[in-house]
């Protein structure tokens, strides 16, 4: 079915909860390392523009190099205390494969446990019924693993009542991955992962320039083609599911 965002009365006002972050990245990988440390970088930088805009208290935690084990994440994960009116994200950046057995998701390659579902990652999460959850994967999504090439960047000025209506004023869920299964993930020791890239670019916009911010907008701009350098794989093509409805007009 396609994404739905829907309104949603009577109107609440705002209300501070808690911004549970979970970030999870294979910045020891001898490949693609440098890439990811860059995209956990700029996933942490996020995070105080939010915050700060929104009056969310911070709970983020960061899983990487040494600490980049299965157990790990699967016990952050499981233990996360949630709320009812928080929000949590989960965002992963490093190897991932389809492990062909029907979903449309990379499992994601972690050391000591093989590979971690993000099905199971989703279900566990929103079996703690937060207000909103959004998980981002930055990885392959075929049977092999590979890595490469560059994307552009732009740093927009943002508007704190933008991120007010993105993080605030929505409920429900967004799972995104940075290409379809069959496909793989790029990125560069420069800039890091395309679609990391791909989605900062489009809530910046979204921030900066909408007169009504929209997480259906923001993830249609963030799932456009990525051009690669590949001639056998020219586009990598992101892909979400999403069910999210306005709290309020």
Request: glycine share 6%.
């Amino acid at each position: 079915p396609p994404p739905t965002e829907e309104p949603n009365d009577p109107p609440p006002s705002f209300v501070a909860t808690t911004f549970h972050v979970i970030i999870v990245a294979d910045t020891r990988d001898e490949n693609i390392g440098i890439s990811v440390e860059l995209d956990m970088e700029n996933m942490k930088q996020l995070l105080p523009a939010i915050t700060g805009s929104t009056g969310l208290t911070l709970n983020a935690q960061y899983i990487s190099g040494d600490m980049f084990t299965y157990d790990n994440v699967t016990n952050t994960i499981e233990q996360l205390d949630v709320e009812a009116d928080d929000i949590v994200m989960f965002y992963y950046s490093g190897h991932g494969i389809n492990l062909a057995k029907g979903s449309t998701w990379p499992a994601m390659a972690i050391k000591g446990g093989g590979f971690l579902e993000v099905d199971w990652v989703f279900a566990q999460l929103q079996a703690k019924t937060p207000r909103f959850l959004l998980v981002l994967i930055d990885a392959c999504n075929t049977l092999l693993d590979i890595v490469p090439l560059q994307k552009r960047q732009y740093q927009k000025l943002p508007k704190p009542e933008n991120y007010q209506q993105l993080f605030l004023n929505y409920r429900g869920y967004i799972v995104a991955s940075s290409s379809t299964p069959g496909q793989y993930s790029w990125g560069d020791a420069q800039k890091g992962g395309f679609f990391t890239q791909a989605f900062l670019n489009s809530l910046s916009e979204n921030v900066a320039y909408s007169s009504e911010p929209s997480w259906y907008t923001l993830m249609e701009r963030a799932k456009e083609p990525i051009y690669t350098s590949d001639p056998e794989q020219p586009t990598q093509n992101p892909q979400y599911q999403m069910k999210v409805e306005k709290i309020y007009e």
